[in-house]
């Protein structure tokens, strides 16, 4: 498997690295846009049978789960999700964020593990926690946002640990995470990062039924220097551009779902090497602007979206289920 120091040498992956590290920071920005107080149901769609329609307006109406056995089908950013549940908007140890998103619907197995995970924090110095993005009511492509997040097994949980009281229903569209990234983007601030931040996330990656935890380059840094005499946990812990404010949980694939497909295994190690320091690079750190077009107005090429077709198979029975 090619490292990412390694695709870093193509010409091809130079060229594009300005313009995808924008829309990467900007997708995973989305995270923190604010939410509404009086959410409204999206109009119908005037030829929802139209096989060029994108997927994402399609499963963007569907507010309900599919009442069908629970399975997560397909990739993690080109399926969707059957017999979802829905998270619980309050607990004793976790509080729901942006609810006007109607994102609280995963796999019952991912809900079981953070609530799970929740109980766990109070334990290693985390209040409780602030459950950003799930998944859809059936998954699938969303209309704003994630790539990912198409299979009931993502979360996103917030960098600011629960308070002690209930949000009101403002806070929870209005207020916004934690940034923990220093100004510099080099390492995170030490105004804000604590030990409990990585307690808390070292206790979501040590969990076996955990695929891969995503984090800015800044936190994975921090979190090398664990000095546990078991670093296996930080294998799973890996940097992704955008995520600042946030740590994304990715679920393995779970029992029953047989059309789930599963992501390639981490690299051996601990991550902490070469890899992480190419993160740190200036042109990382720092994108040259992408290039002007040669033809200034000739508008942009629109981004595929992706249909039914690309869909896999099963994903049609989720989305016309009753």
Not at 29 to 44: C, V
Not at 109 to 135: N, T
Not at 246 to 258: D, E, L, N, T, Y
């Amino acid at each position: 498997m090619a490292t990412t120091a390694q695709y870093a040498q193509h010409p091809s992956w130079q060229l594009a690295l300005a313009g995808a590290t924008a829309a990467m920071i900007a997708s995973a920005a989305l995270a923190q846009d604010k939410g509404t107080l009086e959410p409204k149901p999206l109009p119908p769609l005037a030829k929802p049978d139209d096989p060029n329609i994108p997927a994402k307006e399609l499963f963007g109406r569907r507010t309900t789960a599919a009442p069908l056995q629970a399975r997560a089908i397909g990739f993690y950013a080109k399926g969707c999700l059957a017999g979802a549940v829905a998270m619980p908007i309050n607990g004793k140890t976790w509080q729901v964020m942006r609810l006007s998103r109607h994102r609280n619907w995963g796999h019952p197995d991912l809900v079981k593990f953070l609530e799970e995970l929740s109980e766990k924090a109070p334990k290693v110095g985390w209040r409780g926690l602030l459950v950003g993005d799930i998944s859809q009511a059936r998954g699938g492509p969303m209309l704003t946002g994630h790539a990912s997040h198409q299979v009931g097994l993502d979360a996103d949980i917030w960098l600011t640990p629960m308070p002690e009281r209930e949000l009101t229903r403002r806070e929870r569209e209005e207020m916004s995470a934690t940034m923990v990234v220093a100004p510099s983007r080099t390492d995170v601030d030490p105004n804000v990062w604590t030990p409990a931040h990585a307690a808390i996330i070292k206790t979501a990656a040590s969990d076996p039924k955990v695929e891969r935890i995503f984090v800015n380059a800044a936190i994975k840094k921090a979190l090398c220097r664990a000095t546990d005499a078991d670093r296996s946990w930080l294998n799973k812990v890996r940097p992704m551009w955008g995520h600042d404010y946030h740590f994304h949980i990715r679920m393995q694939c779970p029992a029953g779902s047989a059309d789930c497909k599963p992501q390639e295994p981490v690299p051996a190690g601990d991550g902490c090497g070469k890899d992480l320091d190419w993160w740190f690079r200036d042109a990382i750190i720092k994108p040259k602007p992408a290039p002007p077009p040669k033809d200034p107005e000739a508008k942009p090429k629109p981004k595929p979206q992706i249909t039914m077709a690309d869909l896999p198979p099963a994903c049609r029975q989720v989305l016309l289920a009753p």
